[in-house]
């Protein structure tokens, strides 16, 4: 924004003031400090700025406070665009690291819980495997129980034993089975039991009756501990390493237990205290050295327990698939990030904030008439207000809102502004008229004509509103002369603003569908002076003259131009010879004045 407001000014009349209203100071024998006049002699300040800049009792009201405000304003302006700068930079770093470090740190998430997931979803493989495992063991053996209930021959007789017999040799899973009488166990399998053995606690009773028991041992020969199950009088014995013998990465661990938590049979020693929690909270679940899953059924929950490092292989696979993701997408949000500080740090950005806050004011140039010296309207010039109250001036803006459309908005706030600002002083006086300018850009559809139509409707009307076009607005022969026709068509008053400085010759001004002619300050300047340019003045003047428009000359600076204006026939006038724009409340004052 410095750069801008630095840039490409095509007057500097702040700065004029300052060196002038000094100069003028130190002629009357003033006394200037820190912005200030003070009056040494008693007498002076006033003349000193009103001398310098305005006429006679007409003192521009932009040197009449004896402060040079709106200079230190405007620099004020610096600093006050240079923090919204850093502000808008630092936020702009900030989201931009954030935009890197969240889609990448989101991956980092993602690659960890998609390799958790993976071995999880492993460990519940296995789980099923053991599920399945367990359930066809104690099937089986069930089904070999059930077989011999209720007992149809003698118990313990040689057909009885031959029976329990061909079950154990049948039934893969039973290693031994036996017949209890009075909780003693009568025989086995393999013959009549001369021990006296009795039957164990009972740890489980599963949905089809069958009573579970842990580390039961054989009488009959030497064996590690069993788990029985009975059923009626009988039972049989099963080794339950069976329920657990899966093919598995060695790393593992294997459980199975009955709701209660008690381990039926285990596999890699996995900690009981582990095991007992996963069959209180079935499902998947993870602590700082496993990896678990639990799978249950009616009766049992099978529980696989794996080594957590056992994720950092699928993890490291996972990352290389993931990361590049995440820094791509942190690197396009980077870049959109970069993209929109870009834009909002661009004039034209800047603009579309401004337009959508309505920072636009109008001030009011007046125009005065020549013959008379009287104030007979005003040129409406569009004030950007920044929030430390300095203005930024239309050249620096105008020419980007031009190009880049925005100019559409600012036209119609201008045009709404002029409305409510001067829309009972037009009623009220009706020499009075208000110029707007407009852009090419402004010279199409109906959008535009109808805001001009509400400025009618506060009782404003059309011919005291004039509609400033640069040339550019009549290089097209289309819709802008269309547009211009229908303006004029409806009682308002075209000018041609800035006549000179563009394409038109002055042949092609008797076709232009105008009203007024205003010169530009650039041949306005040369008048009295002997230069090249200094004979086009006047052939303007003669011209306009000729196609009987009305003449207006702008940047009128000094008496001697405005003398020579007067005496060539030139209306009306407009500088600071006689007033700077200035907010609505003093011009009106000056109108009235
Ligand atoms: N050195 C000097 N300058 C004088 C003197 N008298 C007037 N000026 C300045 O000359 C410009 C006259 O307006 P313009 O030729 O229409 O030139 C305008 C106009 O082309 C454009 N502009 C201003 N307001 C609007 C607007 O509402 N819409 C559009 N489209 N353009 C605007 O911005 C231009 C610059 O406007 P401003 O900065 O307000 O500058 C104004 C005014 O302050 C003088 O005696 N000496």
Redesign the pocket.
């Known amino acids: 924004m410095r750069r801008h407001l630095l840039a490409g000014r ?2 500097q ?1 702040h700065e004029l003031d300052v060196v002038g209203l000094q100069e003028c100071a130190a002629f009357r024998g003033l006394h200037v400090q820190r912005g200030e006049i003070h009056d040494l002699t008693g007498c002076g300040v006033d003349e000193c700025h009103a001398g310098q800049y305005g006429k006679a009792g007409r003192r521009c009201p932009e040197a009449r406070s004896g402060r040079y405000s709106r200079v230190s304003h405007k620099a004020q302006s610096m600093p006050h665009q240079a923090r919204k700068r850093t502000q808008v930079i630092v936020v702009a770093v900030a989201l931009a690291v954030g935009a890197v470090a969240v889609p990448v740190a989101a991956m980092f998430y993602l690659a960890w819980a998609r390799a958790v997931r993976d071995e999880q979803e492993q460990l519940a493989e296995v789980a099923g495997r053991v599920m399945l495992r367990t359930r066809r063991t104690m099937d089986e053996t069930a089904q070999a129980l059930w077989a011999l209930e209720p007992l149809r021959t003698a118990p313990c007789s040689p057909e009885h034993i031959a029976q329990m017999q061909a079950a154990t040799l049948n039934t893969i899973s039973v290693q031994e089975m036996g017949f209890f009488e009075d909780d003693l166990l009568k025989c086995t399998s393999w013959g009549i039991t001369t021990q006296t053995v009795h039957q164990g606690p009972i740890d489980a009773i599963t949905k089809d009756g069958v009573k579970l028991s842990r580390d039961v041992l054989s009488v009959v020969r030497e064996s590690r501990p069993l788990l029985a199950m009975r059923y009626g009088n009988h039972n049989v014995l099963i080794d339950p390493a069976r329920l657990v013998d899966v093919v598995i990465d060695p790393a593992m661990q294997l459980a199975v237990a009955t709701h209660a938590g008690a381990l039926l049979a285990t596999r890699n020693a996995p900690d009981p205290a582990q095991v007992r929690h996963l069959v209180g909270h079935p499902g998947k679940d993870l602590d700082d050295s496993h990896v678990m899953v639990s799978t249950e059924d009616g009766d049992v929950v099978a529980v696989v327990l794996g080594p957590r490092s056992r994720i950092a292989d699928d993890l490291a696979r996972q990352q290389r698939v993931l990361l590049p993701i995440g820094v791509a997408m942190g690197g396009f949000m980077a870049a959109g990030v970069v993209w929109l500080s870009r834009r909002r740090l661009s004039l034209s950005g800047e603009l579309a904030i401004a337009i959508r806050n309505r920072e636009f004011c109008v001030h009011y ?1 007046p125009l005065i008439e020549l013959r008379t010296g009287r104030c007979v309207g005003a ?4 004030r950007w207000q920044l929030a430390d109250g300095s203005y930024v ?3 620096l803006f ?1 020419p980007v809102a031009e190009e880049t459309g925005q ?1 559409v908005q ?2 119609e706030q ?1 045009i709404a502004a002029v409305g409510r600002d001067l829309g009972a002083a037009l009623a009220a006086d009706r020499t009075l008229h208000v110029a707007i ?3 090419a850009r402004d010279l199409e559809g109906e959008r535009l004509l109808g805001l001009l139509d509400d400025l009618t409707r506060r009782g404003i009307e059309p011919r005291q509103v004039w509609l ?1 076009v640069t040339e550019r607005g009549f290089v097209d022969d289309g819709a802008p002369r269309a547009w211009l026709d229908k303006a004029r068509a409806a009682g308002y008053v075209v000018a041609i ?2 006549f000179g400085t563009g394409y038109s010759s002055l042949s092609y001004l008797q076709k232009l569908p105008i009203d007024a002619l205003k010169i530009d ?1 650039s041949f306005v300047d040369t008048v009295g002076l002997e230069t090249v340019t200094a004979c086009v003045a006047p052939h303007i003047i003669e011209l306009a003259k000729e196609l009987r428009f009305m003449i207006v000359a ?4 000094t008496q001697a131009q405005a003398d020579y204006l007067l005496a060539h026939g030139v209306h009306y006038a ?4 006689y007033a ?2 200035m907010p609505v409340e003093e011009f009106l004052v000056f109108a009235n004045t």
């Open positions: 095509k007057h009349p140039q040129e409406a010039l569009v001036k239309p050249d105008i100019i600012i036209t201008v300018n407009l852009s400033e603003d800035d300050k702008e940047g009128v600076e407009q500088g600071w010879l700077k724009a």
